[in-house]
């Protein structure tokens, strides 16, 4: 029987394990390479019909790009900073960049993948939505 109150998935990415553990998965092609957050049924890049099989992703990677957002949703605090990653394995992530100074960001920047609540929200079992976000390296929080 399944446990009804282990976290879940808050996004597509992420997966979660029976233990609880979390991690973000990708897909890779066995023919050219190409990563993907998304399952498919053949290459994007290489049109292989062969699917992307699927991986575990690092946690490490260096910022591509970013926003510095001062107008949201209510509720939800400003300024943030939106960031696109690319993870050292090759994916692309969009991301909350936590715990920086829009006056240090820089393009190419290492940043560690933090994988934990979501926000806060619960299903109707009690149970928790795994996300994740980006912080500078060595400024893990």
């Known amino acids: ?6 976290a879940k998935p808050g996004t597509k990415v992420v997966r979660v394990g029976p233990d609880g553990s979390a ?3 990708g897909y890779r092609c066995q023919a050219c390479g190409a990563v993907v957050t998304v399952a498919t049924m053949a290459c994007r890049s290489c049109t292989s019909r062969t699917p992307p099989a699927a991986f575990r992703a690092t946690d490490h990677g260096k910022l591509f790009s970013w926003a510095v957002v001062h107008r949201s949703y209510p509720g939800i605090a400003v300024p ?5 990653v690319d993870l050292d394995d090759g994916l692309s992530l969009k991301g909350t960049l936590r715990n920086v100074e829009a006056n240090a960001l820089r393009s190419g920047m290492p940043v560690v993948v933090v994988l934990d609540d979501a926000g806060g929200t619960h299903d109707k079992h009690g149970a928790s939505y795994v996300g994740f976000h980006f912080v500078p390296e060595g400024a893990h929080a």
């Open 1 to 6: 029987m399944e446990n009804s109150t282990l």
């Open 23 to 25: 991690w973000i998965e």
């Open 80 to 84: 943030f900073v939106s960031a696109i």
